[in-house]
């Protein structure tokens, strides 16, 4: 998931700025620069140019510092409406800017908007620092801080305004002038590095391509994955022959089903070697400058390391609280791993195979092993999981049960990129609650992985509000000539998954800015998105999903049996590569003032030390490991991923209890957790909705990890 901790101000008139011409000799209006005249503020897309980013970024920081400035310059006693209110509400022009640029750059990173970041990313960097250095604007805050109870704050009111105290604290608010350069230059310096790695990830999964010219290379794989391969191949000039990119979805399909194991493993080596090749795209020097100044920012601002650092605001509080957890994850995992390893070495040994099992042969010898336990093979059900029908029927259907939900495509909406769905999305009233938009297939231009974040933030205050505009992306097999997008079991997963994060900002009833939406504790956030994907294998939610692309025909009881008992299956290997890249995680920012590391030594020295079977890799090697080396906001944090799990494995068994399709279940869970944003402490929210404290026991039984 990605999201943006940004503020949107009351709408207000801009000046219109000129940027440029167009053929008809008529002046192009800058569209960051007026109110967009857009159904639901949807931002013009399709008249925005990349030279109009500029001029409107520096317009809207020049226009933020001054609504600062004017906090900083009253005479009159700091309150929570003239100071820290009128913070929330600052930056409206600026926060325009920031939203679509932070969008298009993991959407739709073009070159142009490759070199435009490089301009923009310290712009907005040195911005926040002189927000949260400003020394007059932290004494107001700190004045409301210190004085809530006089000033008679409501609990919401002492919420946000203890959340900006600390955020200012942590950002160096406390330092001397002296110390703030520092940290100044620091934060520049580590912005620059930080899309530098970035821009490197993504140059190399777009360009490394295993070409194949022997057909017979490609046995086992689908018509599918074959045609894209060939369709990729005559893009780059190579007809007749077969390119593969280590992109999510081809990655998979052939490392599942790839029967040549000499190209399953230059598939595997072709991944985990990405931005680690000695080249001018090697992300090791970066990972060691990030690190090097992520240990002296913790040093500056009193902690001994940037773990320290990291855990101090959220729900674990210490790194000790968040091994613990992970440990009693990983140790559990590790010895199911061992089960799953004998039993695909059996198969491979009963089958000719005279080797042993590497890790580019766990997808594929885990396929065999679970058709022949369970007579299934995700091929089986893939027919069934189209695309359209899995949101439709599936996401949009359980939304709709849920909480009332239904969802209008806007076919001329503005759109980023011709491959974005927009829809209006309205409660059970009628009312428009929020827009939501899809993007769902791989490009060359686009991030890997799947997220959440908004292009809008809601608000809800003395009779004035405003509603989200929030998104999904994602890198689903794409669809073909001869097919539509069908997708594997881990894909709608992943679906339910990013629209659980879509819930809590789409439905989110917040009275400020701050605390809407995602702007929660990060190890609580993943909680709404985990939990979201249960209802993806309900037989009652599948049966009105599952319907087979050629036919129409209902998936059948038979299979959706074999989907539910195959559900824990293999998940040793899931849990333990996800736990594992959490720990090498945190043993990256518990390191002290370390330089010079060989980021592939000290990768297996976490592997040995934790007990990581030699079968089963990091989720993430650490090259391109962007949750945790492209921007501070996982880093440390990856470990969020497993404690939200707990938290959303046991908040699951509330439904369970209640039904999973309850309204009134429903309706608990929308009030205390999607509704409320950051209003409340999180583990008291977890506690009302649960009546007990976090327990990891279900968590372990719901992966088959215990009985």
């Not at 038979?558 to 998940?571: C, G, P």
Request: glycine residues 6%.
């Amino acid at each position: 998931m990605r999201k943006l901790f940004l503020s949107t101000a009351a709408a207000c008139c801009l000046a219109l700025v000129a940027s440029g011409a167009n053929k008809k000799n008529v002046k192009h209006q800058n569209p960051f620069m007026t109110p967009y005249a857009t159904q639901y503020g949807i931002p013009p897309f399709d008249k925005i140019t990349i030279a109009d980013y500029l001029p409107a970024l520096k317009a809207g920081i020049e226009q933020h510092n001054e609504e600062i400035s004017a906090i900083v310059a009253q005479r009159s006693r700091a309150d929570f409406d003239n100071t820290v209110l009128a913070l929330d509400n600052s930056g409206e022009l600026f926060n325009k800017v920031a939203y679509v640029y932070y969008a298009l750059c993991e959407s739709d990173n073009t070159p142009e908007m490759q070199k435009l970041s490089e301009q923009i990313a310290p712009m907005l960097t040195a911005h926040n620092d002189e927000i949260y250095m400003n020394e007059g604007l932290f004494q107001r805050i700190k004045a409301v801080h210190d004085n809530a109870q006089k000033l008679g704050l409501t609990k919401v009111q002492l919420r946000l305004t203890d959340k900006y105290y600390k955020r200012f604290v942590r950002n160096g608010a406390l330092l001397s002038e002296a110390q703030k350069d520092t940290l100044k230059d620091i934060n520049k310096r580590q912005a620059a590095l930080e899309l530098s790695f970035t821009n490197n990830v993504m140059h190399e999964i777009a360009n490394n391509v295993i070409l194949v010219d022997d057909k017979a290379r490609l046995s086992g794989l689908s018509q599918q994955t074959i045609d894209d391969a060939a369709a990729l191949a005559a893009k780059r000039g190579e007809q007749g022959k077969w390119a593969f990119t280590a992109s999510g979805a081809t990655r998979l399909a052939v490392l599942t089903s790839a029967d040549n194991r000499a190209l399953r493993q230059q598939m595997y080596e072709t991944y985990t070697n990405t931005a680690s090749r000695g080249n001018e795209w090697d992300n090791s020097k970066n990972i060691n400058e990030i690190i090097l100044l992520r240990q002296q920012k913790a040093r500056l601002l009193g902690f001994e390391t940037f773990a320290d650092y990291a855990l101090d605001p959220v729900m674990a509080k210490t790194v000790g609280n968040a091994e613990k957890l992970l440990y009693q994850i990983f140790n559990p995992a590790v010895a199911k791993v061992k089960e799953e390893v004998a039993d695909m070495q059996a198969y491979a040994d009963a089958h000719g195979g005279n080797f042993k099992i590497a890790p580019w042969d766990y997808y594929y010898y885990a396929e065999k092993v679970k058709k022949e336990k369970f007579n299934f093979s995700e091929d089986e059900v893939r027919p069934y999981f189209e695309l359209n029908s899995v949101i439709k029927n599936g996401v949009f259907y359980c939304a709709n049960k849920l909480y009332g939900l239904t969802f209008t495509e806007l076919k001329k909406a503005p759109k980023y990129n011709p491959e974005v769905t927009v829809y209006d999305v309205k409660d059970a009233s009628g009312k428009h609650l929020a827009v939501f938009m899809t993007d769902y297939f791989p490009r060359a231009t686009k991030a890997q992985g799947a997220w959440m974040s908004e292009l809008n933030s809601e608000y809800n205050y003395e009779g004035k509000s405003e509603r989200p505009i929030v998104y999904n992306v994602a890198s689903f097999t794409p669809a073909t000539k001869s097919m539509p997008s069908l997708l594997t079991i881990d894909e709608v997963q992943t679906a339910f998954h990013e629209f659980g994060h879509a819930l809590q900002g789409m439905l989110t009833q917040a009275q400020f800015r701050g605390l809407a939406g995602t702007n929660v504790d990060r190890d609580i956030v993943e909680m709404h998105s985990q939990i979201n994907e249960h209802w993806a294998l309900l037989p009652e939610v599948l049966k009105n999903y599952a319907r087979h692309y050629k036919t129409g025909e209902v998936i059948p009881q038979t299979l959706v049996d074999k989907v539910i008992e195959t559900s824990k299956f293999n998940q040793g290997f899931m849990m333990t590569e996800l736990v594992g890249a959490a720990l090498l995680d945190i043993e990256w920012h518990k390191l002290n003032w370390c330089t010079g590391i060989d980021v592939r030594g000290f990768e297996r020295s976490v592997a040995r030390r934790i007990g990581m079977p030699d079968e089963v890799q990091f989720r993430y090697r650490s090259p391109y490991f962007k949750h945790i080396f492209d921007n501070d906001q996982y880093s440390c944090g990856y470990y969020t991923y497993l404690w939200s799990q707990v938290l959303e494995a046991d908040a699951w068994e509330v439904f369970k209890k209640m039904g999973p399709m309850n309204p009134e279940a429903a309706a608990r869970y929308r009030k205390i957790f999607l509704e409320s944003g950051d209003t409340e402490d999180a583990m008291t929210q977890f506690k009302s909705f649960t009546g007990t404290d976090p327990d990891a026991t279900p968590l372990l039984r719901n992966h088959g990890l215990v009985e």
